[in-house]
């Protein structure tokens, strides 16, 4: 048995399968700096990612995750060079392609939030595609989270809910925080218990901002292009260690 398959099997085996989370979600940080420690392009980086995604998928999906999703591209990244963010966009259509496959091979539905009418046609078309073929798949969903914001979310629920009181549907003065949940565009999932960060960074990068906040944060300096199921192996065992209190102390939790 190779050295990190033994590895692998010795982490997953130390995972309580009764104490998952239910939902974890990841900043996938790190690729323009790999590709730069590779003296390659950063679109470079990115294509070698891909290997990250897929790996952490399918063990996510082994050990019984229930929801897995991705910062693949928040609103912000529009601002990177025109270069890079085609490039992005056309891997993004090239991995959809190519991967459908493989998801439905593991019974694994996809999904996406953001403002994604947004994204460019060919985009648009092959994410709609990837959804549609896998729709009645049960053993986990993955969701990508494309031209994504945390502020962009709670504005579009905003709205919603301001359009509802407009027009007498709704009292204002009844809007609960249950109401605005509802509204966001991760309704029907529950709220990540774990959230992983690559490459060092120490930030929630405007990334499901309502939805976190009571999330476990884990942070780890691998890149992206690095990451392996052994690293996530490693956060669901640290997660696993910690004590949830929401709000209250470790007595009233025994």
């Known amino acids: 048995m190779a050295r990190t398959e033994e590895t692998n099997m010795d982490l997953k085996g130390q995972i309580d399968r009764e104490k998952l989370p239910r939902h974890i979600a990841m900043i996938m940080d790190g690729n323009g700096r790999w590709a730069k420690q590779h003296n390659k392009p950063r679109v470079f980086g990115h294509r070698n990612g891909v290997k990250a995604v897929r790996e952490v998928t399918e063990a996510a999906a082994e050990i019984g995750i229930d929801y897995l999703t991705l910062y693949a591209f928040s609103t912000e990244n529009w601002s990177r060079p025109k270069l890079e963010v085609d490039a992005l966009m056309r891997l993004l259509v090239e991995t959809l392609n190519k991967e459908v496959a493989t998801l439905n091979k593991n019974k694994i539905r996809l999904d996406a939030i953001g403002n994604l009418d947004l994204l ?4 648009h078309k092959a994410l709609l595609q990837g959804m549609e073929s ?9 969701i990508l989270a494309l031209n994504y914001s945390g502020k962009w979310d709670l504005v579009q629920a905003a709205r919603q809910l301001a359009k509802k009181a407009v027009e007498g549907t709704l009292d204002p003065d009844s809007i609960s925080e249950d109401d605005l949940a509802r509204t966001l565009s991760t309704t029907n999932i529950p709220d990540p218990e774990l959230l992983i960060r690559t490459s060092g960074e120490r930030r929630l990068s405007n ?3 309502w939805q976190l906040a009571y999330a476990e944060l884990y942070f780890t300096p691998v890149f992206w292009p690095d990451y392996r199921k052994n690293h996530l192996y490693e956060a669901i065992i640290d997660f696993q260690r910690r004590e949830r209190r929401f709000g209250r102390i470790s007595e009233q939790l025994a």
């Open 120 to 123: 460019p046609p060919s985009t």
């Open 134 to 142: 896998t729709r009645e798949n049960d053993r986990m969903t993955l």
């Open 207 to 209: 990334y499901l901002l």
